[in-house]
Structures are given as structure tokens and as C-alpha cells.
């Protein structure tokens, strides 16, 4: 009996290997929360296409992520809604300069309640608080500091304590929504997801940088195929009509150049 146990779990074990079900291959990205939606659906349709592979995003701030991935947080592809975010990763020697690329990009607006008339930057003097991305992290808010820059009022805002920092984008836009803010600094793919907000103005491009996102692959994820093949497909044109589809400008270099 023995004898026949010893024979048999051998077989048992090899036929389990036949039986279970393989373990899909993870692709873990890092982010930026304003195109969380879009992405979603992008790697809804990537997983549907390729059953084998489960992708598992972290949204935030393009700074915390990028701050994250030096201090250890596991990711295979990061996309900033801020260059310097990933110039930031290939000094560091976490990404290679060789896999990045422009994803997209995307407008800056002004959005609050309808009853609110800006007409030009220089009108949001007469608001008491306006809700930006912290500068510091948040590409977003580094943007609306560029454009209140330019316009001469950015000053006068912030020694008035008129700005309220939110952590990313998307809780600038919550604040916009709930009243806690008469107006906040968001993407126009943002806006069109709001509740309770409309655009209320478009910032003109000329006064901050344009506002680009930025692919790249970091070391770990250069290596693995399932990253390498979920990078090829976020250039492809299922994803390119997902990203236009939430409001995106796929129009444009993508070659990564600035």
C-alpha cells in the first residue's frame, strides 16, 4: 500500500498541474489620476484581448508616484501628467529614457456653477476660494500656477489664502462640485465628468506649458513581455479612440518630443 501511495501523489501533483487554472501574468502602473476613467477602459479591453495578463493600477498625483517608485513601489509602467515627473524616474535610473514617450495630452479649464461669469483669469480676484492641485505634486496645479503666473494674479491669490490645495485633480474638481470652492483649476476630461460644475473658461495655451503626458517603462517592467505588450497596445488605435472618447488631444507628437 505504501508503495502504491508513493507511485500515486507523484501523479496526482502532475495532473493538478494540468487541472489548475495558470496564474495571470501582473503588469502593475502607476497612473496620474485624470486619466484614471480613460485607462480603465483601456485596460478592460487589453485584458479582454489577453486573457492571460491582469493589470493592476495605482491613480494618484504624478509627484507621489513618481516619489513612490524611488522608494520601492513595485510598477512596471508609469505615465505623468508632467514631464519632469519622468525625467525625474530616468535620473534616478528608474526608467529608461529609451521607452519614453508622449501618450497624450490634455486642457486646462476653470470649471464652478453656471451663475459664476469669468471671462479672463484676471475675474477669479473677485472669488474667495478657488481650489488648485498642490503645485508641488500635482502637474494640474503647477499648470494654473503658470496661468495665474502669467496673469499677475497668482500673487494676490495665494497671499489672501484664496487657494485651496486639493492632493490631485480629481479632489480639486470634487471640491468644485460639492460648493466647498467657488471654482477650481481641472482638466477638460475632468469637466465633462463633473456633477454639479461647467467650464466656466479655457485657459489659452500660451500662458503654462502644454499640458503632456508622459509614457515610460520602468526597469522591471522593460523586462517583462506582459508590460512590453500593454505598452504597444496604449499606442494602438483602440486605446487612441478610448482616450479621445473621454476628451483627450490624441493629436500631436508622440514620439516623445517636448
Same mark, same amino acid.
Given at each position: ?11 496526482? *501533483? ?97 470649471? *464652478? ?19 488648485? *492641485? ?125
Amino acid at each position: 500500500m505504501k508503495n502504491k501511495m508513493v507511485i500515486l501523489l507523484p501523479l496526482i *501533483g502532475l495532473c493538478l498541474l494540468f487541472v489548475l487554472p495558470a496564474r495571470a501574468e501582473e503588469v502593475r502602473i502607476s497612473i496620474a489620476a485624470s486619466l484614471k476613467d480613460a485607462v480603465n477602459e483601456i485596460t478592460a479591453a487589453f485584458v479582454k484581448s489577453n486573457p492571460g495578463f491582469s493589470i493592476v493600477p495605482n491613480f494618484g498625483s504624478s509627484g507621489s508616484l513618481a516619489k513612490q517608485i524611488v522608494q520601492g513601489a513595485p510598477a512596471d509602467l508609469f505615465i505623468s501628467a508632467n514631464p519632469d515627473w519622468i525625467e525625474y524616474l530616468v535620473k534616478e535610473g528608474k526608467i529608461s529614457q529609451d521607452t519614453v514617450r508622449i501618450f497624450t495630452h490634455n486642457i486646462l479649464v476653470f470649471v *464652478g456653477p453656471k451663475t459664476t461669469e469669468i471671462s479672463s483669469l484676471a475675474d477669479l480676484a473677485r472669488l474667495q476660494r478657488i481650489a488648485i *492641485g498642490s503645485p508641488k505634486s500635482v502637474p494640474a496645479g503647477q499648470y494654473a500656477e503658470q496661468a495665474m503666473q502669467a496673469a499677475g494674479i497668482y500673487v494676490e491669490l495665494a497671499a489672501s489664502n484664496k487657494l485651496v490645495m486639493a492632493k490631485d485633480v480629481r479632489e480639486a474638481l470634487l471640491y468644485a462640485d460639492r460648493r466647498e470652492v467657488e471654482g477650481a483649476f481641472v482638466y477638460r476630461t475632468d469637466a465633462l465628468l463633473a456633477q454639479n460644475s461647467t467650464i466656466l473658461y479655457s485657459v489659452p495655451a500660451g500662458m503654462h506649458d502644454r499640458v503632456s503626458y508622459l509614457l515610460g517603462l520602468t526597469r522591471e517592467g522593460e523586462q517583462k513581455k506582459a508590460a512590453r505588450d500593454f505598452d504597444a497596445f496604449l499606442a494602438g488605435p483602440e486605446a487612441l479612440r478610448i482616450l479621445e472618447k473621454y476628451g483627450f488631444d490624441i493629436g500631436g507628437d508622440t514620439t516623445g518630443n517636448k
